[in-house]
């Protein structure tokens, strides 16, 4: 299966200009973008193996495709140990609720909103709230703090209390 993902899907709810399209497939995200890009007549395409994902650079966008995958980070390294997973784990390791949307690709479900964080209702409220336990979030990737002082500033979103006391720690 695959879904378009993240921040696309976010800009396309809130209507703003994106040029960055993000997929994820439940299955061979490699594979898939390699068969894509046959399909684009694209002659090169960048894999980055290790995460399951390849960069495809077309008309001046860029197609991101990533394999579903979970995260495991160890208390010492920002860089993860990666497993296949669903579209709901890939959904769960995302940054913020309002990136944690998926819009199905897939014949019999097009169109289709993944949303299993209330993604949707925290971008009506416009606040930045993590899926899961926000110190956890943070540890694992310290990076998400800083995107969300860009996301606050660049969408106009209010970092919900729980968010900001992690952070500050």
């Known amino acids: 299966d695959v879904y378009v993902v993240g921040?696309?899907?976010?800009d396309m709810i809130l209507k703003?200009?994106?040029?960055d399209i993000d997929l994820m497939v439940e299955g061979d995200g490699i594979a898939f973008a390699r068969k894509f890009a046959d399909r684009l007549g694209l002659d090169h395409i960048v894999t980055y193996d290790k995460f399951g994902t390849a960069l495809l650079p077309l008309c001046g966008c860029q197609i991101e495709v990533a394999t579903a995958r979970t995260e495991t980070y160890s208390p010492d390294s920002r860089k993860p140990d990666v497993t296949p997973g669903t579209v709901e784990s890939d959904m769960s390791r995302r940054d913020f609720t309002v990136n944690a949307l998926a819009?199905?690709?897939?014949?019999?479900s097009f169109g289709e909103l993944v949303d299993p964080f209330g993604g949707i209702r925290d971008l009506a409220e416009g606040i930045l709230i993590t899926p899961l336990d926000p110190d956890d979030t943070f540890s694992d990737?310290?990076?998400?703090?800083?995107?969300?002082a860009r996301f606050a500033a660049q969408l106009n979103f209010e970092i919900v209390?729980?968010?900001l006391e992690s952070i500050k720690r």
Request: glycine share 4%; hydrophobic share 35%.
């Open 103 to 108: 819009v199905s690709l897939m014949p019999d």
């Open 7 to 10: 921040g696309f899907v976010r």
């Open 141 to 148: 990737d310290p990076l998400r703090m800083l995107r969300a």
């Open 161 to 163: 209390p729980e968010c």
């Open 16 to 19: 703003r200009p994106t040029t």
